[in-house]
């Protein structure tokens, strides 16, 4: 608890001294910013639900020094990030709602024509600070084109959580780097009595990334580049087959985890192994009675499978300005302001390592280094995938993804309801449908 | 005579003059009609036509924030092919008969009980009633960690009793998911159906009770001809109502299971809000909601049956 107060006066300090120069900051950019914005220009946000206070916190910084150096007022709705895409949805369609939405990966690209031209914003920020990583271009152009109509803002990363003392006991002194060695690693840790798991129930987040993750390691995919679905193919099949041998060596009752349970049972030492974002350790550090488990535990890379290279798949957060709106270059001048380095990396510091940066030259701040566990998050903008795989990242991609396509895929027959065929044909036709012209 | 006549006249000529609008000034059932009318406009606007809609929109292939174009029946036709649809219909069915007997079996037992004198009974009457009042949410959170896989109290208890060594897995298996939903859909409406049936119990005159105990019935006869015959028409509605709200029962799966593991829990309005708001299609979504509604109907048609039984209950006759 003590612990807690401390640090929360610290970050309360060091809030209040950068806000001058935050200020002061933003009226010199206010001055020499490409985009002017519009006289009295009003703006109003739709934004997800931030997971960290403090995040929250210095994102409401950031935007007040906005407003005091431009005079624009920005109005900040949140809302789970779940239920921004409908929202968004139905504003495009009707043309009217907030000016700007900031939600879920593929959000810009179910209404590429209604979004404003973020082309210059993103050449901008691109060439300022040391270009967009390659799943961020993907998110943020339109699909085969080079407009961008979206600023990709930021990542969430999924990555291994493990405890180090019961790995080192089951003979692994860091966490495995392949798919074969990671199988190995769950069966000396089961047998050791320190089993892990994978969330098999319909869990958005935790379920979604390990199962894709799964399945491309192999070379399996939903669809190809042209959107054509593939899914029932023999590289699959070795996936799913993977999935099921793994699973023997989890610990029972996985097939019901939502996105909280891998959480709470990692804190209880129940597991010792499991897929997530840096909240299981952030939650341990907060609190002086999980100190052992902060201690003992630390962050890896998934596995890299059969085909060589890393096939992680994160969270992505775009921001995209609605063309109804009535200040474009307000709304241009205020993302370009958000990811500048004076208010980006304290944001970013301020997230604690939830949150990924998708320009570059943000690798250098010191969030990823003052604490070497957080160290791999830094890189889940490099090593993601894109949302729909091989194939475009629109709508189609999401509503696979959203009814849980290829995660009951590999729930069926992990839990032996199906056979891996019978389970790919399932998903084939489930996805031929969703795919269809 | 002739007075009498003329008066006659008189007054009819006088009626003719009343005009069409005087006529409708004083008649009681236009005016009627204007007393209902708000009434009659807010069921067409909030049921009526969401219904209509919903309806139409199972022939279409609309997504959230694009209307469709009309596609007839196909979202139909790819349902009915469809596994994860004909297993939530047959689960759907499955959850509401086996719900609805248990929480009638207990409900009119707790209620029989409740009947009867016991001490503190105002108290108890009070208590029973907590899991109704419970919102959803919070009592399926409760049973999130009743039925948690790790950290099981059920689990926890038998462990340390030493009748077993590992943790039952009680939403990870299909099998025992669905126990487990039903199970707690039952602790949840078994008040209700048991304060009703109370309430119907209460209305029994005493001096049935006490014709029968003179003529020797035993407790079983007086419950057979006295209770179960006039509890009847309440007992069709009470079940009526359990038996929609269990069909349409969403808040509990959704909070559980999400209709995992493998779609072994998902009901009809779970998967319809899944296919159609998170997964964006809402004419896939629509037409299972639309396929409810047969079922629906017929629970309604079967309370209605009930209802006019209730003529003859009470000595009356059915016509």
């Given amino acids: 608890m003590d612990l807690d107060r401390r640090s929360l006066l610290k970050g309360g300090v060091a809030l209040g001294a950068a806000g001058a120069t935050l200020f002061d900051f933003a009226r010199a950019w206010a001055q ?4 002017k914005p519009e006289p009295n220009a009003q703006l109003s946000m739709l934004r ?86 390659e799943s961020a271009q993907k998110y943020g152009k339109v699909s085969g084109g080079d407009k961008w109509i979206a600023i990709p803002v930021c990542y969430s990363g999924a990555l291994m959580n493990y405890r180090i003392a019961a790995s080192k006991k089951a003979g692994f002194s860091e966490f495995p780097k392949t798919t074969d060695a990671f199988l190995e ?33 192999f070379g399996g995919n939903v669809v190809d580049a042209n959107d054509k679905v593939i899914i029932n193919s023999p590289e699959t099949e070795k996936a799913l087959l993977y999935a099921k041998q793994l699973y023997e060596y989890m610990i029972p009752g996985v097939a019901s985890w939502n996105d909280a349970f891998n959480n709470k049972a990692f804190l209880a030492n129940e597991i010792h192994w499991t897929n997530n974002g840096i909240s299981i350790y952030v939650a341990a550090s907060n609190d002086p009675t999980k100190k052992e488990i902060a201690e003992d535990m630390n962050h890896a890379y998934f596995p890299v499978g059969p085909i060589g290279r890393p096939t992680e798949l994160h969270l992505m957060y775009p921001i995209l300005a609605m063309n109804y709106t009535k200040y474009p270059q307000a709304c241009k001048a205020l993302i370009a302001f958000m990811l500048e380095a004076d208010q980006f990396n304290k944001w970013i510091s301020a997230a604690r390592g939830y949150l990924t940066h998708c320009l570059n030259a943000y690798d250098a701040n010191p969030v990823w280094t003052e604490d070497p566990k957080r160290t791999p998050y830094r890189d889940v903008a490099k090593r993601s995938l894109t949302a729909g795989g091989l194939g475009s990242v629109g ?11 290829v995660l009951d895929m590999f729930a069926n027959v992990c839990t032996g309801r199906e056979d891996a065929k019978s389970a790919m044909k399932m998903a084939e036709r489930q996805l031929q449908r969703i795919y269809r012209a | 005579m002739s007075d009498i006549t003329a008066g006659t006249l008189r007054v009819q000529s006088s009626v003719r ?148 060594t590992g943790n039952i897995d009680f939403l990870g298996v299909p099998l025992h998911a669905q126990a487990s939903v039903i199970f707690a859909n039952i602790w949840r409406g078994v008040p209700f159906i048991a304060i009703t049936l109370l309430a119907g119990l209460q209305t029994v005159p005493p001096s049935l009770y006490e014709a029968a105990t003179l003529d020797g019935a035993s407790p079983w006869q007086m419950f057979r001809h006295i209770t179960y015959p006039l509890l009847t028409p309440i007992i069709a509605v009470v079940m009526t109502f359990s038996v929609l709200f ?45 396929a409810m509604v047969p079922f629906l109907l017929a629970a309604i048609m079967i309370s209605w049956f009930g209802l006019q039984r209730r003529k003859w209950q009470h000595g009356g006759r059915d016509d």
């Fill in chain 1, 185 to 217: 690693y769950a069966k000396a840790m089961k047998a050791n009595g320190t089993p892990g798991g994978f969330a098999l129930g319909h869990a958005s987040g935790d379920g979604n990334t390990w199962v894709h993750w799964c399945l491309w390691s």
């Fill in chain 1, 32 to 35: 020499t910013a490409p985009w």
């Fill in chain 1, 48 to 133: 997800w639900k931030y997971f960290v206070q403090s995040e929250d916190d210095a994102f409401v910084a950031l935007i007040n020094a906005f407003t005091q150096a431009t005079g624009v007022k920005v109005d900040i709705t949140r809302e789970s990030y779940e239920d921004v895409q409908p929202k968004a949805s139905v504003a495009a369609n009707t043309g009217t709602g907030p000016d700007l939405f900031w939600g879920l990966y593929s959000l810009p690209h179910l209404f590429p024509q209604k979004c404003v031209d973020m082309t210059d914003v993103a050449n901008y920020l691109g060439q300022k600070y040391g270009g967009w990583v």
């Fill in chain 2, 17 to 164: 003059e009343v005009s069409f609008w005087d006529r409708l000034r004083t008649n009681r059932e236009w005016l009627g009609f204007w007393f209902m009318l708000p009434a009659a406009g807010f069921l067409l606007l909030f049921l009526a036509y969401p219904l209509g809609l919903g309806i139409w929109m199972s022939f279409t292939d609309a997504r959230i924030g694009r209307s469709g174009s009309f596609i007839g029946l196909e979202n139909y036709e790819w349902l009915l092919d469809d596994r994860s649809f004909v297993n939530a219909t047959l689960f759907t069915i499955t959850y509401t008969v086996v719900a609805s007997v248990f929480k009638f079996a207990i409900g009119l037992y707790l209620a029989i009980l409740l009947n009867r004198y016991i001490p503190f009974r105002a108290i108890v009457r009070a208590v029973i009633l907590i899991p109704f009042i419970v919102p959803t949410v919070l009592s399926a959170i409760a049973f999130w960690w009743i039925f948690d896989p790790q950290f099981s109290i059920i689990s926890w208890s038998l462990r340390k009793l030493g009748l077993m």
């Fill in chain 1, 395 to 405: 709508e189609k991609a999401a509503t696979a993804i959203a009814d849980f396509v």
């Fill in chain 2, 246 to 290: 269990t069909f349409t029962d969403f808040q509990l799966i959704w909070a559980l299971t999400r209709g995992g593991p493998v779609n072994a829990t998902h009901l009809m309005a779970t998967l319809s809000y899944q296919r159609g708001i998170l997964g964006g299609r809402l004419g896939e979504g629509a037409a299972i909601a639309t």
